[in-house]
Nanobody
Framework: QVQLVESGGGLVQAGGSLRLSCAASGSIFSVMSMGWYRQAPGKQRELVATMTSGGSTMHADSVKGRFTISRITAKNTVDLQMNSLKPEDTAVYYC???????????????WGQGTQVTVSS
C-alpha cells in the first residue's frame, strides 16, 4: 500500500504565498511522476503541476510564473510553491503520485486526502 500525505494549506490574502508539501510512503519501488491537482467548489478537478522522475515539469497556464513544483527524489516528496495567490486559486489541493509498488507492475495513481487553500480578496 502507498500513502500520500499533504501539508501546508491554509488561509492567505491575495498576493500572498503558501507552500504545499506531499510525502509518499509505503510499498514504493519507483515513482514515475508526482504532481498537484486542485478542485474548487462546483468544478472538476484540474491539473496544476507535475514533475516526472526525469525532472520534466509541466505547469497549468493559469499558474505559470506564480507556482513552482519541485521534488526531492530521494525522499519521495513533492512541493508546490505558490506565489502571488489569487482568490481564484481557492480550492482543495490534492497530491498525486504515479507509483510502481514492484518492478513487475505498471505504475498506478495514488492520491492524498487533500488540503484546503483559501485566498481572500
Amino acid at each position: 500500500q502507498v500513502q500520500l500525505v499533504e501539508s501546508g494549506g491554509g488561509l492567505v490574502q491575495a498576493g500572498g504565498s503558501l507552500r504545499l508539501s506531499c510525502a509518499a510512503s509505503g510499498s514504493i519501488f519507483s515513482v514515475m511522476s508526482m504532481g498537484w491537482y486542485r478542485q474548487a467548489p462546483g468544478k472538476q478537478r484540474e491539473l496544476v503541476a507535475t514533475m516526472t522522475s526525469g525532472g520534466s515539469t509541466m505547469h497549468a497556464d493559469s499558474v505559470k510564473g506564480r507556482f513552482t513544483i519541485s521534488r526531492i527524489t530521494a525522499k519521495n516528496t513533492v512541493d508546490l510553491q505558490m506565489n502571488s495567490l489569487k482568490p481564484e486559486d481557492t480550492a482543495v489541493y490534492y497530491c498525486n503520485g504515479n507509483i510502481k509498488s514492484t518492478a513487475y507492475v505498471r505504475g498506478r495513481d495514488y492520491w492524498g486526502q487533500g488540503t484546503q487553500v483559501t485566498v481572500s480578496s
